[in-house]
């Protein structure tokens, strides 16, 4: 295959010498257009529809080719025999002339002219805009000649001066094809290594682009595209129109470190992953990740969320567990540090939300910060984010996997610096468990500014509000019109033991929209969506523990090895023997329970 070239030639000569040159290229197709300066430019537009690898033309037209087009362009270059010539022709001139050219020509004929010890002054042209007005100066300067490209000896002739042209011989314009050559075979080599790449950035499960900060995509992979149903032509598009989260993401970034946001697209839910990818001067470029799902493997993971609850009005239930709930979270939202507790997915996050939603912080960042483990990287990252003019709200959750001196560590941090409005979140089924799974110094910080958030069965006659706000979303999702749940299905529901809570309800009536065929939820689906196959263990001292029998057996195992170990008060050895193995047993188990769980963070 040929390589494909456009010759913008600034002046006929020029034209007629590279059509015959163009005909001996074997290599090369090449077509041949006469245009200077901005002439060349209404080519280039005119020629929109033919594609071209590499375009050629010469001084100052080669200099705004560049400027105003993606393709690569390569300049004539201006020969030892083409400034030879124009000097036997100029040098013995009696009149006085002076060069009036852009750069590459001006420059080249200039130094070798002091070699020969030919004095001839000379005027720089920078912008084709200047050309008048320095050509105007040389007149007043007493030059009768000019000496320069195309548009000089134009100007120079409209204002009654002679004007010669420097050319461009044949050499120069065989040369000029030679670099076109070598150009390709580098831009061929790097393309071929480009399609590579995007093929394998393409074939990735998970989104990828790059914007800048305007918000237009600089690179995105198929994938991206289709997460956020975009096209091709959508880099024209600012991104921060439709997802204005992210401009308040990027607004706390200051470091390489990712911070992750969550949007609904269509219904659905997507998880973004924000980073700085390029930064010069004030210029930015940012990374972006999208997934369906929400992965990290941060030690410690950072997060705006944006969540509809601004107030506690929004909060669901009436049962006297949550009103009370509540009651103590309005008394506490002016503090500047408070802590929430209770089991898995009981609500903590949306009561966080309702706090920072009640008072003045409404409209600033929420920030989450979920430590998976301890490592110098998460507390340095940590130290750098307690630092900042934070005016939002940090919810600090996790802190109870770390280490009892780590944890006194992060109070330390949190009394030297400024106060900020803080709100730990533990997942702790009540205040003994809570004062054992912290240190006795962070006990001591929120102790007395802390909320229980009941476990969803000990307050059942929640169950149908939540039920009700699920089967809305997830209308909304799937298309349905589903208009409540009968009364003998949401009996079987309130049966259930609910381990996971709210979030275990948001996805059991997930299933259940999926599989309703009708306008209400019946017995019969909740029987085959959700059957409550479980059963209660009764030790011999009466403490009780349900078992989901859909667990897996190490699933089952770990519970009864976390009951037990509550049962003896954390002690290791008696727990031991009332389980018949040994100490090293079970400190093998409790390691792979604690490895098991920052895995499923």
Known sequence: MKIKVLLIAPYTGLKTLALKLAK????????VREGDLKEALIV????????????????????????????????????????????????????????????????????????????IPYRIIEQQEEVEKLILEAKENGAKVIVGDTITVRIAEKHGLQGILITSGRESVLESFNLARRLYSVLYKYEKKQAMLEKLIDSFENGMAIINSNGQ?????????????????????????????????????????????????????????????????????????????????????????YSPIHSFTQILGASEQIQKTISKARELSAKNIKAIYGEEGAGKTYLAFAMHGSGARRDKTFLELSFKRYSEQAYKRFNSIMSKNVEGTLFIRGVERLAKDDQDQLVDTLFQLQKKHIIFSFEASSKDNLKMAISQKLYHLISHHSIFVAPLRERVEDL?????????RY??????????????????????????????????????????????????????????????????????????????????????????????????????????????????????????SSKSV
């Open 217 to 305: 995509l600089c690179y995105s992979n198929n994938t991206f595209l289709e997460m956020l149903h975009l096209n091709k032509t959508s880099d024209t598009l600012s991104l921060f129109e439709s997802r204005p989260e992210w401009l308040n993401t990027i607004r706390e970034l200051n470091d390489e470190e990712p911070i992750l946001c969550k949007s609904m697209i269509n219904g659905t839910e997507v998880f973004f992953s924000l980073s700085i990818f390029e930064q010069n001067g004030s210029s930015q470029c940012y990374l972006i990740r999208s997934s369906y799902s929400e992965n990290s493997d941060e030690d410690l993971q950072v997060k705006i969320v």
């Open 44 to 119: 280039m537009e005119e020629m929109a529809d033919t594609p071209f690898d590499i375009i050629i033309s010469r001084g100052g037209t080669a200099k705004l080719l560049r400027e105003n087009l993606n393709q690569p362009v390569i300049e004539i270059p201006l020969s030892g025999y083409d400034i030879l010539r124009t000097l036997t022709l100029i040098k013995d001139y009696k009149v006085p002339l002076e060069m009036v050219a852009f750069p590459s020509i001006c420059q080249g004929l200039h130094a070798v002219s002091n070699l020969l010890n030919i004095n």
């Open 24 to 31: 001996e290229q074997k290599e090369l197709d090449i077509t």
């Open 464 to 472: 149908d509000d939540h039920i009700r706000y699920f089967i809305g």
């Open 475 to 596: 209308n909304e999702k799937y298309g349905k019109q589903i208009v409540g749940i009968r009364e003998e299905a949401l009996n079987l529901l309130a049966k259930r033991h609910w381990e996971q809570n709210i979030k275990e309800c948001e996805e059991v009536v997930d299933r259940l929209v999926q599989e309703t065929k009708g306008e209400y939820i019946e017995k019969e689906t909740v029987e085959k969506v959700a059957p409550n196959h479980s059963f209660e263990l009764i030790d011999d001292s009466s403490t009780s523990i349900v078992i989901p029998l859909e667990d897996s057996l190490e699933a089952i195992e770990q519970k009864i090895i976390q009951k037990v170990l509550e049962a003896e008060n954390m002690n290791q050895t008696k727990t031991a023997q009332r389980l018949g193995i040994t100490r090293a047993t079970l400190w093998r188990k409790l390691k792979n329970m604690r490895d098991s």
